[in-house]
């Protein structure tokens, strides 16, 4: 699944496409790490306090009349965008809580788990900390970095599973390297084994035209995806989907009213996570807007991916072309995002590195990989970024004395 073909001729990057006053971004602040906790467009967030204003107005009628229908709605309008059936998707308030979940139910006593060696950290302590509490084993396969086919990939993970694997955790696109990983190809190989594929696709909505049927038909069991990132809603959104063949196994961490419904009642699926306790719902029913917001902006969500696509590429390319490398992969494996390998100053620290760039007006991604050894800076694309903010971006870094670091 790669970002969407563009419909017309390439637009001028060294312009952004929102414009300035679309989101409430601070104007002296250079944002480039959009992937980490996105950034909500204006409309959106008017759409939020409304939704909250009347959640406060009359609490009760809300929580127990209107919200319901409300949040029914934004699940079919959020289905929609991702290619869903709604019967089997949820709120949650971020992809590491539904990874969470999902392996909850998934993972049984004893079982033998594969995850990759690219993934988010959080989602793989919460893996380590729940197969050790059951008595299983965590394998991790090996992702070629740098990869010049994606076939390597799949190749890798399949041939790191065996008949004791039971589940195994992918992300759609990996947080440290920025990869789109074919997590459809992986499900088709692992189906016959009886193996529960689980995708995290923190990254996912918005930055790819996603289809989680055609995941489904593939054999995926389990999608989870951040809508507060790409998709630009409010912070604290993202989505669970559960292949319906799983949906009794597969129950919220915290247990609620919902579980009063006998286990074969359509219902309990929907009650059981969506309410698990009083909570604010209003970054779900907002998102919705927020869609809308960002399609209405960039003209279209295949024109923002396919913009979004070309602008990380030229990102990369003009820091490598100052710091020094090459590219670490096919230009068709990365969305809106890029990493690139970099060497700070002798002694400097990649957290302290993050903190004197945020200190100074700079929001990008450092991360070490310890895979690797190595430190990686990650940039973002999307509606309000342009290529100068590259540009800037590898002036200061060569005035600090940083270059780019052979892989």
């Known amino acids: 699944m790669t970002p969407s073909p563009p419909d017309a001729a390439p637009d001028d990057l060294d312009h952004a496409v929102a414009a300035a006053d679309a989101f409430v971004l601070d104007p002296a602040v250079v944002h480039l790490n959009h992937g980490s906790f996105g950034a909500c467009p204006r409309a959106a967030l008017d759409v939020q306090a409304a939704w909250r204003a009347r959640l406060e107005a009359a609490t009760m009628r809300f929580f127990v009349l209107d919200g319901q229908p409300a949040l029914d709605d934004a699940r079919a309008e959020v289905a929609g965008f991702v290619g869903a059936d709604p019967a089997g998707l949820v709120f949650v308030a971020n992809a590491t809580a539904g ?163 006998a286990v074969d009642d359509p219902r309990r699926f929907h009650a059981e996570h969506d309410w698990t306790g009083t909570h604010d719902p209003t970054p779900y029913l907002s998102a919705p807007a927020a869609i809308a917001a960002i399609a209405a902006i960039g003209g279209g969500w295949p024109a923002v991916r396919a913009r979004g696509h070309r602008l990380a590429i030229a990102m990369r390319d003009v820091l490598l072309d100052a710091l020094g490398g090459a590219p670490a992969a096919p230009d068709a494996m990365l969305g809106m995002m890029a990493s690139l390998p970099i060497a700070p100053p002798a002694g400097v620290a990649p957290r302290d590195l993050e903190r004197g760039l945020l200190e100074a007006g700079w929001e990008v991604a450092i991360a070490p990989w310890p895979r690797l050894d190595q430190i990686y800076l990650r940039v973002s694309a999307h509606v309000y970024n342009r290529l100068d903010d590259a540009r800037r971006l590898a002036a200061h870094l060569r005035a600090l004395g940083i270059h780019g670091a052979a892989e």
């Open 99 to 261: 990874v969470a979940t999902a392996l909850d139910g998934l993972v049984g006593d004893g079982d033998e788990v594969v995850t990759i060696d690219h993934g988010y950290a959080a989602c793989r302590h919460g893996l380590e900390r729940l197969v050790a509490r059951r008595g299983g084993r965590v394998v991790t396969a090996h992702v070629a970095f740098p990869v010049r086919d994606p076939a390597q990939h799949v190749d890798a993970i399949v041939a790191a599973c065996t008949p004791e694997t039971r589940v195994v955790l992918l992300d759609h696109v990996t947080s440290p390297t920025a990869l789109i990983l074919d997590v459809a190809a992986i499900a088709r190989a692992l189906a016959p084994r009886g193996v529960h594929v689980v995708v995290d696709g923190a990254h996912a909505p918005g930055m790819l035209d996603l289809d989680v049927a055609a995941l489904a038909a593939a054999g995926v069991a389990a999608y989870v995806g951040n809508l507060h990132k790409w998709a630009c809603a409010p912070k604290a959104c993202a989505l669970l989907w559960v292949r319906d063949d799983l949906r009794r196994r597969i129950r919220p961490l915290v247990t609620s009213h919902g579980a009063a419904l």
